[in-house]
Nanobody, 131 residues
């Protein structure tokens, strides 16, 4: 069973940067993703932000392309999300997710949140971007 633990969230002014980390343990998946849940949204409305496919390719939500970067350090069993030029609309709880054992980046990014077992989600880390 995969175990995921995020860190690195916090409050930052618009234009600032944050790096989220996700420590992975247990069974590790070759495809991983970051999802977000903005304030007022429900679990089923969580959406993919960035994904890393089992083939090493990446994919991003349109609104973060060019600003966010997903990366994985296999030696440290850690997944990262580098977020630059943050905007107030990026405020959300960010989740590290193992959407499936072997997915393309596109599949991982657009996986339905309700189809992903709860055990494959981290606890989430809050990112607040102030204007």
């Amino acid at each position: 069973q995969v175990q995921l633990s995020e860190s690195g969230g916090g409050s930052v002014q618009a234009g600032g940067s944050l790096r989220l980390s996700c420590k992975m343990s247990g069974y590790t998946y070759s495809s991983m993703a970051w999802f977000r849940q903005p304030p007022g949204k429900q679990r089923e409305e969580r959406e993919g932000v960035a994904a890393l496919g089992s083939d090493g390719t990446t994919d991003y939500a349109d609104d973060v392309k060019g600003r966010f970067t997903i990366a994985r350090d296999n030696a440290k069993n850690t997944l990262y999300l580098e977020m630059n030029n943050l905007k107030p609309e990026n405020t959300a709880v960010y989740y590290c997710v193992a959407p499936g054992p072997r997915m393309s980046a596109l599949q991982a990014l657009h996986a339905m949140p309700t189809a992903i077992p709860l055990a494959n989600w981290g606890q989430g880390t809050l990112v607040t971007v102030t204007s």
